[in-house]
């Protein structure tokens, strides 16, 4: 059993930055793929932005050039850095990791006002 720790969440005003971490711990034996995926009220889960093993990693389309993802192995944390946020960022974010079994953390909202 893996648990998954976020926290950085909050509200920012629009074109502000934020910082996600999400922890990594328990029986880990290899790291596929840990990220962040996003909510927002009415919508459908999406893509933020995974880093897989082999060093690959995928934005979304609407956080491309605003948001980067990092990870820690040692740490076993992976990092959302947040840069111009929009309104249409707010949302729960969730912490994302797969070491063959998918494990999702409980969510840090978000909250960017105009």
């Known amino acids: 059993q893996v648990q998954l720790v976020e926290s950085g969440g909050g509200l920012v005003q629009a074109g502000g930055s934020l910082r996600l971490s999400c922890a990594a711990s328990?029986?880990?034996?290899?790291?596929?793929?840990m990220g962040w995926y996003r909510q927002a009220p009415g919508e459908q889960r999406e893509l933020v932005a995974v880093?897989?093993?082999?060093?690959?990693?995928r934005y979304g389309d609407p956080v491309k050039g605003r948001f980067t993802v990092s990870r820690d192995n040692i740490k076993n944390t992976v990092y959302l850095q947040m840069n111009s946020l929009k309104p249409e960022d707010t949302a729960v974010y969730y912490c994302y990791f797969t070491d063959g079994i998918t494990y999702w953390g409980k969510g840090t909202l978000v909250t960017v006002s105009s």
């Open positions: 880093t897989t093993s082999g060093n690959q990693i």
């Open positions: 328990g029986r880990i034996f290899s790291i596929l793929a």
